[in-house]
């Protein structure tokens, strides 16, 4: 396999070249490099390096402890790109796995180049088999598509942190149903609030999946940007902060008719068939997450990492963690397109809209998920009504 040098963030990594005059996509490559994925390895860099600031100071009140005690794994490494980069830039101890030979010899030369041998291991196992030997602080997922296969073991093993990608959208988003359905036990709502359905279709298997082991789930950080959504859940152990967890589990219930929506919290619920705004009948979307996406604090210090560090996605991580920050944390955000046309009117900016809510007395803020969509606590009624005389004023 032929390999080029790249530097990301302070980190020299081997990487695969496709063969000449050969266009294919990266997964096709002997070993899965993603150029792409620049920025998400960015924003992995910082969100990882903040928590595990956060977790020096708590466990130094019981020990003393060094960046190098902290264990992360990146379970399906490939070029071991992920895991390098966080073992080189923020010391900690990391083990790079991939069951593919190619991948796990570029992952032993991966960690040769960046003189890691004494914090940094290569493995290669099937990552199920690897994270149920062994507790790891952090656990990282980026697989290819879906990360369900593996979010048992995941669950099982991760102590602090788990950190999860997944590029399944479609399934997610509701455009390949029946794929969602089966790979997540949920039923999302293709429609214009989609990429939050995903998520939070996604972060409530993550919360299954973790209460089997009586975990608890609290959402650091979740951004959606471009095919793929990528969480950082803080886990905690315990019976009873697992069952707080799952309250916030529940539906959606979606009027495709007059935009109405109304987040049923509960597993086993009642909720009314029919729009009580115009009386269709509603669609039902979940069982989903409902709480929070973010931490605003776990946020602000992402953003300070990002700011400290040399990277060449800086100003667009910083803009999607900013817009994270001061998302309402409430779902679903509103796409005032999907509005004006049902009023028949046109759109104007998003930020006199949030203003002219906020006037109102309302709640309202930007979403990350969407530049021409917004996060409000005002029913579709008032967001309607405020439009309107919005326009007449
Ligand atoms: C999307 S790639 C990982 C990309 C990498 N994290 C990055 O940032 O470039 C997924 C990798 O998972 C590996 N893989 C798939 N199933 C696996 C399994 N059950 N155990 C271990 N590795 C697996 C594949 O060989 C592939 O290299
Ligand atoms: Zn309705």
Redesign the pocket.
Known sequence: MNTKTIVEGTTKVLVPIPPEGVSFP??AAP????PE?EL??DINVAATAAFVNRLILKLQSQRDIVPADITYV??????????IRVANELGISAVL????ED?YNLIVQNIEVNNLSETTTAS???????LHEKRYNIV?L???GTPT??LDAAARSAVHLLEV?A?DTAPLCGAHLNSGIRKYAAVPLNNEYHSEMGMRILLGKIARELAKHEKAMIPLLSHATRHYVRTYVQVQKGAKRTDKTLKEMGFIANCPDCGYRNPVFGLAVHIDKECPICGTTTEIAGPLWLGQLHEVKFCDEVLLELEKRPLKTKEKAMKIITLCRDELNIPMFYDQHVICKRLGISASTIDSLIIALKEHGYEASRTHFDGISFKTNAEITDIERIMLSERLG
């Not at 070993?31 to 993603?34: A, D, E, G, L, T």
């Not at 290669?124 to 690897?130: F, G, H, S, T």
């Open positions: 990266p997964s070993v899965f490099y993603n994925m998400n390895r990146d379970a399906l490494s490939a070029s071991g790109i992920r895991g796995n991939d069951w593919n991948a290669r196992k099937d990552a199920n088999v690897l990282d980026d697989p290819f296969q593996f990608t590029t």
